[in-house]
């Protein structure tokens, strides 16, 4: 049995990034899709979008050094 690209994943989510996403204020959490929820947990490439949402939360991010 295949399991999708939006399936679920058999590691866990950074619980770091966890506590992150969580400490956030409730309008921006409200703004973030699930496929930017997931790249951020995952530590996988930041959409240009989720960027834009957290550049008032995040320091100095050059979005082309690795994570």
Do not use: H
Not at 4 to 32: F, H, N, T, W, Y
Not at 36 to 54: G, H, M, T, V, W
């Amino acid at each position: 049995m295949a399991v999708s690209p939006g399936g679920p994943r058999k590691e866990k989510p950074d619980s770091q990034r966890m506590a992150v996403l969580r400490s956030l204020p409730l309008e921006i959490k409200q703004q973030i899709t699930g496929e930017e929820a997931l790249a951020f947990l995952y530590s996988e490439e930041l959409p240009e979008s989720l960027l834009e949402k957290l550049k008032d939360y995040l320091e100095d991010i050059d979005p082309s050094d690795p994570p």
